[in-house]
């Protein structure tokens, strides 16, 4: 029964971290966006300058300068996700530079590696963009659970507004 019980538990607590999708407001200086963390990995350091702009009510990244640029996640947020699905992300922004997005997968609540991500040219004017990102198993292990990343590549100076990323179960082509 014992043995019964902590499966169960750690089964509902896995559950509560996971989504079926995210979404975060860049408009405020607080909130959501605080949950989103900068991925610590030698190839993006030194982190970006990141800070609120009152005036364009949007989150601010400058001065890039790590080799492949910076990326951030949102760790508490993953989503519910397996291989064949797609994870689509909105996100507006302006600025200069390449912005991208991708997923990392997770394998019974293990990180398994970085999967598939995509990269758009900024536009200097205020742009929705939709990127549709498939989801694969890696390393032979099923995909349970996806975590959303975006970042962007050295020299990118760039406002963010909102990013949502939704699962669309099993409509990878």
Known sequence: MKKF???TLTAAALAAFAAEALKTDFTKPDGDSKKWTKIIWEGYQPAPEIQFDAKEKAWHFSKV???YGFAMA???TKLKAKAGDVVQIKFSVKGTGEFFAGLQTFSQDNWVGVDAHQVSAISPEWKEYTLNL????????PTDLVLVTFGAKQNADFFIRNFSAEVKPG???
Do not use: S
Not at 134 to 141: A, H, Y
């Open 171 to 173: 409509a990878a082509k």
């Open 5 to 7: 019980l902590t499966l």
């Open 134 to 141: 498939p989801v694969n198993d890696l390393r032979n292990k």
């Open 74 to 76: 949102n760790h508490p």
């Open 65 to 67: 300068t790590g080799q």
